[in-house]
């Protein structure tokens, strides 16, 4: 009775306790541990327990847990950046968007929101360019991205220079347009 009392009384604490756990535990962490971590210490259990209990193989080695592992890490940045970018907003337009008869929820999408998400636009577009960089650590678990697909190419010529020079054209040609694309998604959301 007395367990039950504790767990109803912690149980609204809960989502945000979890939360801010997986926050700080993936922000702790470097991206290329979770990647191998999510390659080889989740998805191999997973896939020996899928075939005991599951009706044919749920496998998540190789791309999928590439995505999974990246997901995970940059959720807790991009997490982070919401979280800012809402709390940047003056209490006053809650307030007021409360005082008009609005619920919490119609204050959130129409006032809060909209002016958060100008806000967040440069960090997310920063983290997404991040990303889009730390997609080459997914070589380490064997995947066919560019830089492997570099690293391939120089062990069969023997010519590293242009091997290397090639990736980091492609990735500099990749960053420089999600680049441009930010900002004219910047300058079209800017208030007048």
């Known amino acids: 009775l007395i367990l039950m009392q504790v767990i109803m009384f912690l149980l609204p604490a809960m989502p945000y306790t979890v939360s801010t756990l997986y926050v700080e ?15 080889f210490a989740v998805t191999p259990p997973l896939r020996d327990v899928s075939q005991e209990w599951v009706t044919g193989e749920i ?10 592992g990246l997901a995970l890490g940059y959720g807790a940045y991009l997490s982070e950046i919401y979280r800012a970018g809402i709390e940047s907003i003056p209490r006053g337009q809650m307030e007021a968007a409360r005082s008009l008869g609005m619920s919490y929820f ?4 129409y006032v809060i ?19 889009l960089k730390d997609s080459s650590l997914i070589s380490v678990i064997a995947l066919q991205e560019i830089l492997q697909q570099g690293r ?12 290397y020079n090639s990736v980091a054209m492609l990735y500099l040609v990749m960053t420089l347009a999600l680049s441009l694309l930010v900002r004219v998604i910047e300058r079209r959301a800017a208030i007048e």
């Open 25 to 39: 535990i993936m922000r702790g962490v470097p991206m290329l541990v979770i990647i191998l971590y999510m390659g």
């Open 59 to 68: 496998d998540l080695r190789g791309l999928p847990a590439a995505v999974i």
């Open 106 to 109: 119609q204050a959130m999408r």
């Open 113 to 131: 929101l909209p002016q958060a998400i100008r806000v967040v636009l440069p960090p997310l577009g920063n983290n997404f360019i991040a990303m």
């Open 152 to 163: 391939l190419w120089i062990s069969r010529n023997f010519r590293a220079f242009e091997g």
